[in-house]
Structures are given as C-alpha cells and as structure tokens.
C-alpha cells in the first residue's frame, strides 16, 4: 500500500486537526510539551498515539517525522524532559527515563480529553531518546510498539568507551541544561551504567511488543545495534532492523525513516 507521508488537512472533518501545549508532572517538576492531533472524521472515533523522544541535548525533535505521523491518522506528543528547553527540575539521564514513563501515563490519563486510544500508545526515540525508551520498558512500562533511531547506549558507552560518554555529555557546557551539580550527569551514570547497558535489559523487555531499530553506516555517536538485535532474534523477539547509510542525525533518509515509522505502528 502506497503511504502518503505528507499532506495537508481536512477542514471538512468533524474535528479538523489540530494541536495543544501539554503541561505534565514529573516526579514534582513541570515538564512541557506538544500534542499534535489528526482530522477526526466522526465524534466518537480515538486515535493511536506516539511519544517522540528526543536525544541529548534535545534541540532536534524529528518534528518531521512528526508531522508525516499526524497526516496518517497519528496523534503525536512531543516533550522536553526535565531541565532543558524550558522545562523545570534536573536533567539528569535517569530522569529522561521517569519522564518517558511520566509521560505515557499523561497520555492515559488523558485519553478521554483528547480522544486517544489508551491501548495504543507508541514510542519514537532518537538517540538518548531511544536509551530513555528502552530503560523505561525494562522498567514496566506496556507500550504497543517502540521506533529506535540510533539508540544511545549509555550504559556501555560509560563502562566501556568512556571518551565517547564524556565527549557526549560536555555539551552541558554549553548550557543546555540545568543541572544539579557540576558534576552530576557522570555521578548518575557512575551509579547506572551497569543496569542502562543494553545487553543487561533484555531479560526484561516484552518479547511481544514489536521493535524496529534504525542504524547508520556512518553513525560514530551511538553504538550500532546489529549483534544485539540478531540475539534479540534468535531469542524469539518481535524485531526488525533497518540500516541506512547515513550519520547519526539522518540528514539523508528523512522520508525513508518516516515511512519506517508508519508501517511500524500501523501494523
């Protein structure tokens, strides 16, 4: 079936689309974000929803890929976590995690409001995105599917390739975020890393809820997923894998990731 990753709205619809600021509370601190919904053609029908997760330091959002989700009958929720662009409280990479799970129960919570499906409710996480998606469903956290774009691995990035970790986290001096302590970031993954790193939260995740990991040939910020998703297979996982040749940010395959995602959550 031929997808349209792209076109404009309906204003004939019951409900044509639209969008809201959402405001949700994470552990105690305020946390801000955007909920982009789709044309509703009758007044009872409910929409799936995806959570896009940003990565470190969270200035690109994949708005884009956003957007081509909306225009296919997708409502989608884009936030900031906790102490960066705005929003209140500490960033620190466990928070990332809390607030991915904040935000799914937001969304519940909300479902009646905004005429979400309850029962499916998806992620979309790039990078630290995809490590705060990842943690958060070895955590508990029921979702219908999960999109992972270069995955950051935090875990095994602090334990094993510490320069890559430190080169990552020295954007805090360029004040993205508010942070705690000087010092803070480093002592959360010091405290972390074993339990983050991917290998350790398999026996964790949902074998059932479908996965597609994104990589890139010339991605040399995140660790590559190819051997990990091949034991993830060979486990009896619901996984795909899509590797483009591109740099971490995907500059190049922009309608190709998009599509990824919208046959993902469609099925």
């Known amino acids: 079936m031929e997808l349209f990753l792209l076109k404009d709205g309906n204003p004939e619809a019951v409900e044509p689309a639209h969008g809201t600021y959402i405001v ?10 955007r909920l982009l919904l789709p044309d509703f ?3 009872e029908s409910r929409c799936p929803v995806v959570l896009m997760l940003h990565g470190h330091p969270g200035g690109d959002k994949n708005l884009d890929i956003g957007e081509a989700l909306r225009a296919n009958g997708f409502a989608v929720a884009v936030i900031s976590y906790r102490g960066v662009w705005g929003s209140h409280g500490d960033y620190l990479l466990s ?14 919570e909300k479902a009646d409001e905004y005429r979400l499906d309850p029962e499916k409710v ?10 705060s998606a990842l ?22 990035k602090y334990l094993y390739h510490r320069s890559n970790f430190d080169s990552v986290m020295a954007s805090k001096n360029r004040g993205y975020f508010h942070l705690a302590s000087e010092n803070a970031l480093e002592e959360d993954a010091a405290e972390n890393a074993e339990k983050w790193y991917f290998r350790n939260l398999m026996d964790a995740w949902d ?13 040399t910020t995140s660790e590559h997923m190819g ?19 591109d740099g971490h940010m995907f500059p190049l395959h922009r309608a190709t ?11």
């Open 95 to 108: 928070h990332n995690i809390e607030d991915v799970i904040s935000a799914v129960n937001f969304l519940r």
């Open 207 to 219: 074998k059932t809820v479908p996965m597609a990991f994104i990589d890139g040939t010339k991605d």
């Open 135 to 156: 943690n958060a469903m070895a955590r508990g956290l029921q979702v219908s599917g999960a999109v992972l774009m270069a995955p950051y691995d935090a875990g095994y």
């Open 227 to 245: 051997p990990i998703v091949e034991e993830m297979k060979q486990a009896g996982f619901n996984v795909t894998y899509h590797l483009l040749e």
């Open 257 to 267: 990731i998009a599509r990824i995602a919208i046959e993902h959550f469609s099925k």
């Open 122 to 131: 998806f992620l979309f996480g790039h990078s630290m995105g995809g490590f």
């Open 24 to 33: 949700i509370d994470s552990h105690g601190s305020r946390i801000f974000g």
């Open 41 to 43: 053609f009758d007044k």
